[in-house]
Every structure is written in structure tokens, then in C-alpha cells.
């Protein structure tokens, strides 16, 4: 989504322009927050891309919503994750410094922090004590919640160039779908138990 008014009114004014599709953000996080509170969750880590990034501060104004509604608190946050090894050490220091800890949240960096963050919690036996949620499905994500580590997942939004295509070949074959440029907001796929994540690979991925 184009957020930046000026480049939004630039590229609507060209003739060659027919939208673009996106997610909805702010309601994935909401969602995604809620899962945990959901589960019972009280004290949670964050993890998140830097400050500055337009998708995760999109993210964390629904996950900040259900943070109000709720009165679950995120009590530490790690925003320079990259690989498993840096998930493991956020979750393990959260640990130490909270241990009421009972959340651990991905707003990003799910799937190249996810298993990291389940080698935590096994090695400090917190399995089913410490609840993962994350938005971006990771790897292994059927096991997780058959072992009580996951609240919540959110994802599945591969879809987005199919709807672009479509926009642009009915433009280019005199069909147009709208008079104007459009914006298409996709929601994402989302899994809270064992049997809604085998339906998704069953379904989704084949």
C-alpha cells in the first residue's frame, strides 16, 4: 500500500497505472496479539523489524490496539533479528529478565527466528509455559502446535502478484475492472490449532 500522499496522487495520475494489492497489516496484528491474550498471555517479547519500517509499524498499531482492549504488556522488545541463533538469545535474555514471561510474539522475522525461539523454550523447559505467536508462517509449523508451543499464526499471502496480474491483463484487453487505480487489501490465512494447519498445507500448498 502506498502510504506517502504525494507518491500515492503522482502514480494514481498515470495512465499506466491499475492499483496494486497488499495486506491488511494492522488487522494481522490485532489478530496475531489477540491469539496469545486469547491463550492467557499476560507478559510478552516482541520481536520486530527497526523502527521505521512501514509494515511493521503497521503491525504493532493493531498489535498496540489489542494491547488496550486487553491489558497484556509487552514487557521486552529485540528488533535486529536475522538468523535462529539471534531469536534463541532474545528469548533466553527475556527469560532471565522476566520470569513471568509467557508470550513470545513475531510481528516479523517468524520464519528465520522460529525455531530458534522453540530451542529457548526447550532448553529452559518452558514448552507449553511460553507461547510462540508469529505472523509469516515458519518452517515446522504443524509440530508446533501438536506440542503446545504455538497460540496463533498468521500467513499465507502469496497471493498478491495473481490479483496485480489479473488487473493489468484485463486493463491490457480492453476489460477493465474499475475506472480507477485499486487498491486490494488481502487478509491473511489464519491457524490456531494442529488441525487448522494441516488443513492449510492440505489445501494451500498440496
Known amino acids: 500500500e502506498i502510504h506517502d500522499a504525494n507518491v500515492k496522487k503522482t502514480v494514481e495520475s498515470s495512465p499506466y497505472y491499475v492499483g496494486n494489492c497488499c495486506e491488511d497489516e494492522t488487522t494481522a496484528g490485532y489478530n496475531i496479539a489477540k491469539a496469545l491474550s486469547d491463550r492467557g498471555c499476560k507478559k510478552v517479547l516482541l520481536i520486530s523489524m527497526p523502527r521505521g519500517d512501514t509494515t511493521a509499524e503497521n503491525r504493532e498499531k493493531g498489535i498496540n490496539k489489542c494491547l488496550k482492549e486487553t491489558g497484556m504488556q509487552i514487557v521486552s522488545e529485540c528488533r535486529d533479528i536475522s538468523q535462529a541463533s539471534d531469536a534463541t538469545k532474545a528469548v533466553e535474555s527475556a527469560i532471565a529478565a522476566f520470569p513471568d514471561l509467557d508470550g513470545v510474539l513475531f510481528a516479523s522475522f517468524g520464519p528465520a527466528g522460529f525455531s530458534g525461539a522453540i530451542q529457548a523454550l526447550k532448553q529452559h523447559t518452558k514448552i507449553g509455559k511460553i507461547l510462540l505467536a508469529s505472523i509469516d508462517f515458519p518452517?515446522?509449523?504443524?509440530?508446533?502446535?501438536?506440542?503446545?508451543?504455538?497460540?496463533?499464526?498468521?500467513?499465507?499471502?502469496?497471493?498478491?502478484?495473481?490479483?496485480?496480474?489479473?488487473?493489468?491483463?484485463?486493463?491490457?484487453?480492453?476489460?477493465?475492472?474499475?475506472?480507477?487505480?485499486?487498491?486490494?487489501?488481502?487478509?491473511?490465512?489464519?491457524?490456531?490449532?494442529?488441525?487448522?494447519?494441516?488443513?492449510?498445507?492440505?489445501?494451500?500448498?498440496g
Open 139 to 205: 518452517d515446522n509449523l504443524q509440530e508446533a502446535f501438536k506440542d503446545n508451543t504455538v497460540a496463533g499464526m498468521c500467513g499465507g499471502h502469496f497471493a498478491d502478484p495473481m490479483f496485480t496480474v489479473i488487473l493489468l491483463y484485463n486493463r491490457l484487453a480492453g476489460t477493465p475492472l474499475a475506472d480507477k487505480p485499486v487498491t486490494l487489501k488481502l487478509n491473511f490465512a489464519y491457524l490456531k490449532s494442529a488441525a487448522d494447519a494441516d488443513n492449510y498445507y492440505k489445501y494451500f500448498t
